[in-house]
């Protein structure tokens, strides 16, 4: 293991001419806990591919945020990714006390009605379990790229996250879609089959519907909503809207 390196500009400078499991092996050498998170996209199965080629498993965590709220797709994915590259996905899930909360204050699916309810939905199924996750966490890796909304277009290939205390690596950030299909084509990454059928980005099944020609990638994430930067709150620091906490629980075991 050797040092943290002594920014997240260094560290991006060093990674900027690698390839993807290059990057991943070179993050893996570093000192602290490494946490990969995945939503079973493109993006992120071809990220799990490359940890299982570059043989850095055992260095970095792979972690989904299971939001109870998934397509079935989705959820039957993550079995078949631990199958297919014998290795785990350690499965982070809401508080039950945070789902009835909400329940009880918007109704099962209150994100509908208003912005203030959504972004509450996401922070007890996404951002919640995501602390949890990044508990300890020296780096996050993550799935995101330039190419995918405007809200992403200046992702660097990594940055320091102050909100939680640690260094945010994008390894994809400079890839376009079609070089991120091209390598799940060559190394055979088994794909959510709702890429398929016009799902280019795939979060919760209540959010999500299938883009319309010439729609950005991300269009169909909180489609009803106006503000076309929309996102919640796991890449954008402020993404949220305030909101009055709907629970105090503190503690969360990870699914297994």
Same mark, same amino acid.
């Given at each position: ?40 996209? $493109?993006?992120?199965?071809? $990220?799990?591919?490359? $940890?299982?080629?570059?043989?850095? %498993?055992? %260095?970095?965590? $792979? ?29 982070? =899930? ?19 009605? @208003? ?12 951002? =919640?379990?995501?602390?949890? %996750? ?17 809200? =992403? ?47 280019? @980005? ?36 402020? %993404? ?17």
């Amino acid at each position: 293991m050797t040092n943290l390196p002594a920014s997240a500009d260094e560290l991006a400078a060093g990674l900027a001419s690698l390839d993807l499991e290059a990057r991943l092996q070179r993050v893996a050498r570093f000192a602290g806990r490494k946490v990969f998170t995945t939503s079973l996209g $493109i993006e992120d199965q071809v $990220i799990t591919a490359a $940890i299982a080629r570059s043989g850095t %498993a055992g %260095a970095i965590e $792979i972690v989904t945020l299971d939001t109870g709220r998934l397509f079935d797709e989705t959820r039957a994915l993550i079995d078949e990714t631990e199958r297919r590259f014998a290795l785990a996905v350690e499965r982070y =899930r809401p508080a039950p006390i945070d789902v009835e909360a909400y329940g009880a204050r918007y109704g099962l699916n209150g994100f509908y009605d @208003s912005v203030e309810a959504r972004h509450a939905c996401c922070d007890i199924r996404k951002l =919640r379990p995501l602390a949890l %996750a990044l508990d300890r966490a020296a780096f996050w890796i993550t799935g995101v790229r330039r190419g995918q909304s405007g809200a =992403r277009a200046e992702t660097p290939l990594a940055e320091w996250d102050a909100q939680r205390g640690l260094l945010k690596v994008n390894p994809l950030a400079d890839l376009t879609l079609d070089a991120i299909k091209a390598y799940a084509e060559r190394h055979d990454v088994p794909l959510n089959p709702l890429h398929a059928r016009g799902y280019p @980005s795939i979060g919760c099944e209540p959010c999500t519907r299938a883009i319309k020609p010439g729609e950005p990638e991300r269009a169909g994430r909180w489609w009803w909503e106006q503000d076309q930067t929309r996102e919640c709150g796991l890449h954008v620091r402020d %993404a949220a809207s305030p909101i009055t906490p709907i629970s105090s629980s503190k503690v969360q075991v990870p699914a297994t």
